[in-house]
């Protein structure tokens, strides 16, 4: 038995003008048992560093050992005594080397310096390093010497045990995301595995018997799938996981078997075309029954939406121009899975509008716009849902509020970055 979203009876629709606010809320509310999944212990997982870029931290992560893990050389010069250097120049007889590489050098003898060079440990009773610069090396009757021309202070050259962190000090916080430079301190710890938050699994349908896959050749009244390589692009930016894809024909039947395959394999679903109020509509044919909430946003481009719950699984349903879907998850479902993925909200720079605008009136309207770096932005293309390529040459949405039906060149909007 499948079930659907208690928030409206079987076979009803929503209201026609619910806002672009109240649908957000309503997809949150939906999204919220898989979110509160990414946060559940038992559903944490250990990875390995090389799999963990872009994960998030689920507890926070303390290092089991003092770094540096051994007194070391900041530079490549001589080891030596301070108490040496009272009288400049000095010169020391060089009584050894020592390299970067493991075991313990002798310590060093009052009255004499050990080559050394950067990382390698420093002898015991030496309290600083003098950077090769600062010396000249001579050789007579086959005895090394060095001259030292500037005193340093104590430590100075020193990286003492633990002068970075010591052992039990936090390394991360639960709930990064983790850039190259967190998985770096974790392998300089000795970390081999992170305990991270699970991905969202999110399943992607595309519907209509006329979609083909790009690279196939379209015939007559056939149209190439953007929407699926659309969706599951936007899911894996944001670090979800795409865990099933299927194109989907306007058959009953097949529809209901990609839902049940789709839910089994994931925690969010969703679906791209088949819910306008024409014939044809399989998405809204099959989930409708089932009291899905099938209705009308005051939104352009996007305005049909649908949502519902099947085999415990959210749907969140788009309609299938390829701008109104992609504005569309931009709007209603991005917010939420960045929340997910540790990532900040995308921003919402406030631009002085280029040329005036005439909006739809009782709409939101989220127009294609391309900043010109001067705190202005211009409209590009017009607000047509199919109008593909004029979202590509976009890289903000302008935000025109569902009450504002002109605005005028030198106005000021919100816009959301793409």
């Known amino acids: ?31 919220a048992p898989a979110v509160a999944r990414t946060t559940d212990p038992d559903s944490f997982q250990a990875v390995g560093l090389a799999d963990a870029l872009g994960r998030v931290t689920a507890v926070a992560v303390t290092s089991p050992v003092d770094l540096p893990l051994f007194r070391n050389s900041q530079m490549d010069g001589f080891a030596v005594h301070t108490a040496d250097l009272h009288t400049l120049p000095a010169t020391l007889p ?9 075991g313990n050098p002798a310590a060093l003898v009052a009255g004499t310096a050990v080559r050394i060079m950067t990382g390698a440990p420093v002898p015991d009773d030496a309290d600083a390093i003098i950077p090769v610069e600062d010396t000249s090396v001579a050789t ?14 104590i430590g100075e050259y020193v990286r003492d045990r633990g002068s970075d962190v010591s052992a039990g000090t936090e390394l991360l916080p639960a709930g990064l995301r983790l850039a190259p430079r967190h998985l770096a301190v974790l392998a300089a710890a000795g970390i081999a595995t992170v305990t991270v938050r699970p991905r969202p699994r999110v399943a992607v349908l595309t519907t209509g018997a006329e979609l083909v896959a790009p ?20 899911v894996r930016a944001i670090d979800a996981e795409v865990s099933f894809v299927a194109r989907v024909v306007d058959d009953h039947a097949i529809m209901l078997a990609a839902l049940r395959e789709a839910a089994a394999a994931s925690d969010i679903v969703l679906t791209s075309g088949g819910i306008s109020k024409g014939e044809y509509e399989v998405v809204r044919e099959v989930l409708g029954p089932l009291g899905a909430r099938v209705g009308h946003i005051a939104m352009q481009p996007g305005g049909p939406q649908t949502t519902a719950v099947f085999d415990g699984v959210p749907v969140i349903s788009f309609p299938g121009n390829p701008v109104s879907t992609q504005i569309s998850f ?7 899975l960045r929340e997910v993925a540790g990532l900040p909200a995308a921003t919402r ?36 849902s199919h109008l593909v390529a004029g979202l590509a040459a976009s890289d903000v949405l302008i935000d025109v509020p569902t009450e504002t039906l002109d605005m005028k060149a030198g106005d000021t909007v919100e816009t959301w970055q793409l």
Not at 330 to 336: K, S
Not at 352 to 380: A, C, M, N, Y
């Open 1 to 31: 038995m499948h079930s659907t979203s208690p928030a409206a009876p079987a076979g009803t629709h929503a209201h026609s003008s619910t806002s672009v606010e109240d649908h957000a809320a309503l997809v949150r509310e939906l999204l």
């Open 94 to 102: 060089v009584v050894g080397e020592v390299a970067a590489r493991p």
């Open 140 to 153: 007579s009757l086959g005895i090394e010497s060095v001259t030292i021309t500037r005193g340093r202070a």
């Open 215 to 234: 690279g196939e050749v379209a015939g007559a009244g056939q149209v190439f799938d953007a929407n699926s390589i659309a969706l599951t692009s936007a």
């Open 330 to 336: 931009e709007v209603f479902v991005a917010p939420i």
């Open 349 to 384: 720079p406030v631009l002085r509008l280029v040329h005036d605008i005439r909006s739809v009136p009782g709409k939101r309207q989220f127009l294609r716009g391309r900043t010109l770096g001067d705190g202005r932005v211009e409209q590009v293309a017009g607000p047509g």
